[in-house]
């Protein structure tokens, strides 16, 4: 394991946007790493993980605000309480492994631009919904985004393109959307996660889709709204996404799926204690001061809640 005091050194061009676009400052980043393990310290309710490659992703995603970074690494971790469909079980076994199999979730080797957003394809009419729940699958993206916290500097300095390609969704597939979970997931994105959507684009998305796409454009701020794209041809898709940018079964040249999903086998395998782990970590409410973070107070006991927005 690499030592939980040590920082990856970011490439040159990674290095040159952090300091430009998030306030980076490279000789003050132990101080305010420090500043957050003695705050963390101080609160009895929350049971956090302190390496400082961990705690400077929650830095880079909040601009180096250390009064949003104690917010959202606060909230990353009430989640876990809030939201148990997605993080109970949340081990790497058979399952998870079978999903991450299907193909059905991808990390693309190359960014956008050396110093440019990760690119994921996600492709849930691959996974067999007679097996497997979107929970289930959702939760396994989650896994693989605590991954990237910790090894994907791209990721947490320019965020990521979520390319989503609808083609084999089906009936079955459908049947198992859930308004309920995109808004909780909505949450966790906005309020928990330190990295930041830069796109959604829709490709191969049957007329039944648009549905789903009004319903869940509905959840979301104007801001984020405009991220999202629906592209009746793979060729508007390259005007965000360049066609090179893509793995060699879309034409591209991005790797090929196969070795996408055999490299993160492997490294969601490599995690398996990571995620035992997890376990000891999250928030106890009832030790909070002041007002319990829980489902209530975070998606309302009637599920209404405020529009969304990510900066």
């Not at 319903?215 to 405009?226: C, F, G, N, P, Q």
């Amino acid at each position: 394991m690499p030592d939980p005091k040590s920082i990856r050194r970011l490439s040159p061009e990674l290095a040159t946007k952090a300091q430009k676009e998030l306030g980076e400052v490279p000789d003050r980043i132990e101080e305010d790493i420090e500043t957050l393990r003695t705050w963390i310290s101080k609160q009895p309710h929350l049971t956090a993980r302190q390496d400082s490659q961990f705690l400077v992703a929650f830095l880079r995603g909040c601009k180096y605000s250390l009064e949003k970074t104690k917010l959202k690494l606060d909230n990353f971790y009430a989640m876990r309480g809030a939201v148990p469909e997605l993080y109970k079980n949340r081990f790497v076994g058979e399952k998870q492994l079978g999903i991450l199999e299907t193909g059905c979730l991808l990390r693309l080797p190359q960014p956008l631009q050396p110093d440019g957003p990760r690119i994921h394809i996600s492709r849930y009419g691959l996974y067999d919904s007679k097996k497997y729940s979107i929970a289930e699958v959702v939760q396994v993206s989650t896994m693989m985004g605590e991954i990237q916290i910790r090894e994907d500097d791209n990721a947490m300095i320019s965020g990521f393109v979520e390319i989503i390609d609808m083609k084999g969704v089906g009936a079955g597939h459908i049947f198992q959307f859930d308004a309920v979970l995109v808004k909780k997931l909505a949450v966790l994105g906005d309020k928990a996660l330190p990295y930041r959507p830069k796109g959604f684009h829709f490709v191969n998305a049957p007329a039944s889709a648009e549905t789903m796409m009004s319903i869940a454009k509905s959840l979301m701020s104007e801001k984020i709204r405009k991220r999202f794209h629906i592209h009746s041809k793979l060729e508007s898709l390259y005007k965000y996404v360049p066609k090179e940018c893509l793995p060699a079964e879309y034409g591209g040249s991005n790797g090929t799926i196969q070795d996408v999903v055999t490299t993160w086998r492997e490294k969601l395998f490599s995690y398996q204690k990571f995620f035992e782990e997890e376990v000891s970590y999250g928030t106890n409410e009832k030790l909070r001061r002041g007002e319990a973070i829980n489902a209530e107070s975070l998606f309302g006991i009637d599920g209404s809640f405020r529009k969304l927005d990510i900066d």
